[in-house]
């Protein structure tokens, strides 16, 4: 079984990171889905597409000690389990698919390959303010640590509507390969202030947070 690693963190959260390395019907073979999985994984056209699908599901299987009965969707388009009170959240980009749960808060995350094109799309998702802070030496990098964690603050957040650029504003920070930054998500019930683990893995960058 490629995992690559379960994670389990001081707050309460589990993270499961899986290596994808299998064909379709491998991955299958290891799921007990529902009706509307197979629906939503039929939809899917792209073979691979189809295998990050499935690899997403099986990390997130691994998170729990029995088979999960079903992985949803709610009306903002938001991952939850059927009968299971707690809160996941979950990521995939190329050969990595990524999970992370906690029994009683939300959680988010994020992984990401690291690729020089993010120098291009930074005024995307980054502010003026935020780019002043970026240190030379290691843009690519600290560009997706940044990325990274507003990508996982706003799946944390769970609604529709927000944006990463407008509503995320990431705490100057000195940059290192693993580690945590702060951000504060601004929206019009107010304003909250977030904790971030960010960590660089080989040619990948991952963040998760799960504040209460």
Not at 36 to 57: F, H
Not at 200 to 205: P, Q
Request: negative net charge.
């Amino acid at each position: 079984m490629p995992i690559r690693f379960i994670k389990e963190i001081e707050d309460g959260s589990t993270l499961a990171l899986w290596y994808i390395d299998e064909d379709e019907v491998v991955l299958k073979k290891g799921l007990k889905m529902s009706e509307v999985e197979e629906r939503e994984l039929s939809n899917i056209r792209a073979p691979y597409g189809r295998i990050r699908w499935l690899a997403v599901r099986r990390a997130l299987n691994s998170l729990f000690s029995q088979d999960i009965t079903e992985c949803l969707k709610d009306e903002h388009g938001k991952p939850f389990v059927k009968d299971f009170d707690g809160y996941i959240s979950l990521s995939h980009s190329n050969e990595y698919a990524i999970a992370i749960m906690h029994p009683k808060h939300p959680v988010g995350v994020d992984i990401e390959i690291v690729q020089p094109k993010i120098k291009r799309i930074k005024r995307k998702f980054m502010t003026d303010k935020e780019l002043s802070f970026i240190q030379e030496e290691h843009e690519i990098e600290q560009l997706y640590a940044c990325w990274c964690a507003k990508e996982s603050i706003f799946k944390w957040q769970g609604r529709k509507g927000i944006s990463l650029k407008q509503n995320i504003d990431i705490v100057p920070f000195e940059y290192q390969h693993e580690g945590q930054l702060q951000a504060r998500l601004n929206t019009s019930e107010g304003s909250q202030l977030l904790t971030v683990e960010y960590e660089k893995l080989e040619g990948y960058f991952l963040a998760y947070v799960s504040n209460p």
